[in-house]
């Protein structure tokens, strides 16, 4: 089992460009969540998906938009990058709301110049 | 009421001797209490957890202790190892309405020095 992979490792982005970051988990998991992370500031959710085909606000859902068409999949997708959005960020799954253990992928860090 | 303050920041520690990283919450709907684990380059990992109808939960050498009147929970790490060396991260999950999120601390950069 790979787990949670995400893609891709590290991207440079310039003001305005647009991007999708990928999640993919091969566990079967019914939640899936997008984080970022800055720091001294912990872990931020962005939007959270709790089974295929439904997404919801997290925290700090402006300048995001995500998507969940496959249950093993979670796309974020920035519209218009913008420099506050340098992160580095992570994705998470879960396997349902019995279950309180959420597993993480490797984290995308992304520069937007 | 729905923040986690964690602290300290960063700790320096001997090899040997014990770490102690404190979190304090607000909200009494908080019904669970994880800390996780990360090292440089990888993601955020469970690494004990506790719910609030217990003072104490020890797993090998993490220990979380929980003071519910405090509103407060703290790692303790026992004979700390250069292994540990990683950032700590204190959570409380929301209740049902929120599907159950994490509300996160800002997390605490151990050292630990050989």
């Known amino acids: 089992n790979a787990g949670v992979t995400q893609t891709p490792k590290f991207r440079v982005l310039k003001t305005g460009q647009s991007m999708t970051l990928l999640c993919a988990q091969d566990?079967?998991?019914?939640?899936m969540y997008w984080y970022r992370q800055d720091p001294g500031m912990g872990l931020r959710l962005i939007h959270y998906?709790?089974?295929?085909?439904?997404?919801a606000k997290g925290e700090v859902p402006d300048g995001y938009n995500v998507s969940r068409l496959k249950k093993q999949n979670f796309l974020l997708g920035l519209e218009s990058a913008a420099p506050s959005q340098t992160s580095v960020y992570f994705c998470?799954?879960?396997?349902?709301?019995?279950?309180?253990?959420?597993?993480f992928g490797p984290g995308t860090r992304l520069t937007v110049l | 009421q729905q923040q986690v303050k964690q602290s300290p920041q960063s700790l320096i520690v001997q090899k040997g001797g014990i770490s102690i990283i404190n979190c304090a919450y607000e909200n009494t709907a908080f019904d669970y209490f994880p800390w996780y684990q990360q090292f440089p380059g990888k993601g955020p990992a469970l690494l004990i957890a506790?719910?609030?109808d217990v003072s104490e939960k020890k797993e090998g050498r993490f220990t979380i202790s929980f003071n519910k009147s405090a509103k407060q929970f703290s790692l303790h790490i026992m004979d700390s190892q250069p292994g540990d060396s990683a950032t700590y991260f204190c959570?409380?999950?929301?209740?049902?309405?929120?599907?159950?999120?994490?509300?996160w601390g800002a997390g605490t950069k151990l050292i630990i020095k050989p």
């Open positions: 506790i719910r609030p």
């Open positions: 959570a409380a999950r929301k209740d049902l309405d929120s599907n159950y999120q994490l509300i």
């Open positions: 566990m079967n998991h019914e939640y």
């Open positions: 998906s709790v089974g295929e085909g439904t997404t």
């Open positions: 998470a799954s879960r396997k349902d709301k019995t279950y309180n253990e959420q597993f």
